[in-house]
């Protein structure tokens, strides 16, 4: 069986169910501004760079400026995870179990940094090396470019560490939206999808959990040795 050298986590709907939270604080930004929203347009920022979420937003009415817009979103979600933060189910232990083993894990998110560390700081000391967020990357998600950053600042000493390079075919992303899926995919990773507020195509591309609820490291090495995508030239 393949080694699992490192898992690639995503946040909001794959670590954390964030999602009611940004909902909500969109709701509340675009009544005040005169403007309507719905579920429908709410799911269609799921996963989605926060620029291009800022701009669906704009064009509901709200008139306020990108930059503004993230910055309000981002402190609104963060000062709700201040008092709640609701994980999702099985991830903190497959988290604890990839510490155990020593395998490597990072963090690989569009949110912006004050909501990703506020998340990596509850998490015990170690479960993720880092972070890499939408504003540390100038292509969102769907693109693969943050996966690809995440990816380039661990293998910088993976040899150093463990005696052997990082390959991206022994790496595993864990992600629940469409855009989340592509960009991981496209990375050239071992994909797993846990689908959460969005429906994912079962393309042949990446691997469909229903939850993580009761996964173990063994099920993710399993996924290794029958990876459905090609990896990334």
């Known amino acids: 069986m393949s080694e699992l050298q490192a898992v690639f986590w995503d ?7 964030t999602e009611p939270y940004w909902i909500e604080s969109e709701y509340e930004l675009v009544k005040a501004h005169g403007g309507s929203w719905s579920e429908e347009q709410a799911h269609l920022m799921v996963g989605q760079a926060l620029d291009y979420s800022a701009s669906l937003l704009q064009q509901a009415g709200v008139r306020m400026g990108t930059q503004q817009i993230i910055e309000l979103l981002t402190a609104q979600v963060v000062a709700k995870c201040a008092e709640n933060i609701p994980w999702r189910p ?5 988290l604890a179990e990839l510490q155990a083993e020593q395998i490597r894990a990072a963090m ?9 560390a506020a998340i990596h700081q509850a998490l015990p000391a170690g479960q993720l090396e880092f972070i890499v967020t939408g504003d540390m ?22 040899q150093d560490r463990t005696g052997a390079p990082l390959e991206r075919s022994r790496c595993i992303a864990i ?3 469409v855009p989340g899926t592509a960009a991981a995919a496209a990375s050239g990773m071992v994909t797993l999808a846990v689908p959460h507020y969005t429906q994912l195509p079962e393309t042949g591309q990446w691997h469909i959990f229903d939850s993580l ?7 993710l090495r399993r996924l290794l040795v029958h990876d459905p995508a090609p990896a990334a030239a």
């Open 11 to 17: 946040m909001d709907g794959t670590l954390v169910d």
């Open 90 to 94: 099985g991830a903190r232990d497959l």
């Open 108 to 116: 690989v998110t569009m949110s912006f940094t004050p909501l990703a």
């Open 137 to 158: 990357v100038t292509k969102g998600k769907p693109d693969p470019e943050a996966y690809h950053v995440a990816f380039e600042k661990m293998a910088a000493d993976h």
């Open 175 to 177: 992600e629940d939206s």
């Open 213 to 219: 609820h009761g996964a173990r490291v063994e099920d």
